[in-house]
């Protein structure tokens, strides 16, 4: 149940705010419905950290930035446009914001799957606090060195690449394959389309044996939706096509 409304003009005021326990953010409000205890919360659509920036090498995103907007600023980028359809649909695009979909998605999250691929670099405060995505991730449970995401930055050289199966064009992923490509070769890759969080597939070099990096990344893969057997052998003809695109 809401208790109480609140919408800060200032950082420091929602910063104010959000040192209460039972205080909690909101950019589009979207998970509401799964809260079961009371709560006050503290809308953050006055904060201006809804916009798309580039800056000399990277690309910042403001933490209630929705997924609309970035399917229109990256229009001339398939794969992130693929991954953000596959994640929502135009309603819900227009309210689900990137730092809302990353504290509330899990496994089978496309473009979640997609960005622990990008690794940005998430920025929180108080104490301009930087950690990677992928690192918060694994501690999102019981993290407590910042209270208010403000931004996500990442290079904005990188090469991407993303593909999802489903049963249908943008079903949810039974599995699903996101890849990165830095300059000097360096190369990650996630999957998704199961388990509690998607799954570094490696962190590594485009010379890797990625085929290997799949096997062992999904042998514990099996779930209702299809079997791990199934999920590797989908995995290595993706990998496949990606390191021949990359190269």
Do not use: H
């Not at 006055?46 to 930035?65: A, D, F, K, P, V």
């Not at 994640?87 to 809302?100: D, K, L």
């Amino acid at each position: 149940m809401i208790k109480a409304y609140y919408r800060p003009k200032s950082i420091d005021e929602a910063l104010k705010l959000l040192e209460y326990k039972t205080n909690i953010p909101i950019g589009g409000g979207t998970s509401l419905s799964q809260i079961k205890r009371d709560v006050s919360v503290v809308d953050l659509q006055n904060l201006s950290l809804n916009s798309i920036q580039e800056e000399n090498e990277i690309i910042r995103i403001g933490s209630t930035t929705t997924l609309e907007s970035m399917l229109i600023y990256f229009d001339q980028s398939k794969d992130i446009k693929e991954a953000i359809k596959i994640e929502a649909s135009r309603n819900q695009r227009e309210q689900i914001t990137i730092a809302g979909l990353v504290c509330a998605s899990g496994g089978r999250s496309a473009l979640l799957t997609l960005l622990l691929a990008i690794n940005p670099i998430m920025k929180w405060q108080p104490g301009n606090v930087e950690i990677p995505l992928g690192e918060y991730l694994a501690q999102k449970n019981y993290w407590k060195k910042g209270i208010l995401i403000t931004d996500f930055v990442f290079e904005k050289t990188v090469k991407i690449r993303f593909e999802s199966i489903g049963r249908s064009p943008y079903d949810i992923p039974i599995l699903c394959i996101a890849a990165v490509k830095w300059s000097s070769n360096r190369l990650r890759i996630t999957a998704g389309g199961f388990g509690d969080l998607p799954t570094l597939v490696m962190d590594g070099n485009i010379n890797d044996n990625l085929e290997l990096a799949i096997e062992n990344s999904l042998l514990a893969a099996s779930d209702e939706w299809a079997s791990a057997e199934y999920r590797i052998a989908a995995g290595k003809k993706i990998v496949s096509r990606i390191k021949n695109e990359f190269e």
